[in-house]
């Protein structure tokens, strides 16, 4: 089966940049996602890429995606305190039902 | 807009009672269904999921099943909880195209005594 790592914890101080990072073995990846989850809450989908772009930005995030050494990153500019939570990346692999595969979770610390 | 509900927000059940977890998704229609279960704040376990009404596909063998009786809305039972029943229940609900993107719910949090 699909795995997919990331570490476990994260560190950043208030306003400089984090970078979240995931690996993953199924090179049949279509679509790759990172969620962030609050204590006690759901998950909140963040953005996705599609497998064959390289780097996507929204606002605060940027997305790179690198095929070949199958890695994914998040890059949080400007880290606030609020983006304190846990981060999951999924894999959807080819094949019905648009089932996910996730990571381990990182969590993000952002202190003062 | 699109909605995803769930309840109760949180359960507390003794071993041995019966479980009956609902989520309901309102603004879309045929959409396909997830549950998961999260054990300490780590990890999601698909636990089923549905293409449509009556269509249940279950990924881990376990104390506990899932019924669609109606197109949106997905309900997660057990018949005798057990303590390893114990955690965070995620409802998500994604439809075919665009990215395929998953949608969840706020959570059950569910404590097995």
């Known amino acids: 089966g699909e795995d997919v790592e990331q570490s476990l914890f994260l560190s950043v101080r208030e306003g400089d940049s984090s970078v979240i990072n995931c690996t993953y073995t199924?090179?049949?990846?279509?679509?790759l996602y990172w969620y962030k989850q609050e204590p006690g809450a759901g998950l909140q989908l963040l953005t996705y890429?599609?497998?064959?772009?390289d780097m996507k930005q929204d606002q605060r995030l940027t997305v790179l995606l690198n095929k070949k050494d199958k890695h994914l990153s998040l890059r949080i500019a400007d880290t606030q305190t609020g983006d304190s939570a846990i981060y999951f990346c999924?894999?959807?692999?080819?094949?019905?039902?648009?089932?996910?595969?996730f990571g381990t979770g990182t969590r993000l610390q952002v202190t003062l | 807009s699109q909605t995803i509900h769930q309840w109760p927000a949180t359960l507390v059940q003794p071993v041995g009672s019966p479980l009956s977890l609902e989520c309901t998704v309102e603004?879309?229609?045929?959409?396909?269904l997830y549950w998961y279960r999260q054990a300490a704040g780590r990890g999601l376990q698909l636990l089923f999921y549905s293409v449509g009404i009556g269509q249940i596909s279950s990924e881990v063998p376990q104390n506990l099943s899932a019924s669609r009786p109606q197109d949106r809305q997905f309900i997660l039972s057990s018949k005798k909880l057990l303590l390893s029943d114990s955690g965070f229940y995620l409802c998500?609900?994604?439809?075919w195209g665009k990215g395929y993107e998953q949608y969840f719910g706020p959570g059950t949090r569910l404590t097995v005594t």
């Open positions: 999924a894999l959807r692999g080819a094949g019905t039902a648009s089932k996910l595969t």
């Open positions: 603004g879309t229609s045929n959409p396909n």
């Open positions: 199924d090179s049949s990846s279509t679509y």
């Open positions: 890429i599609f497998s064959n772009m």
């Open positions: 998500a609900w994604s439809v």
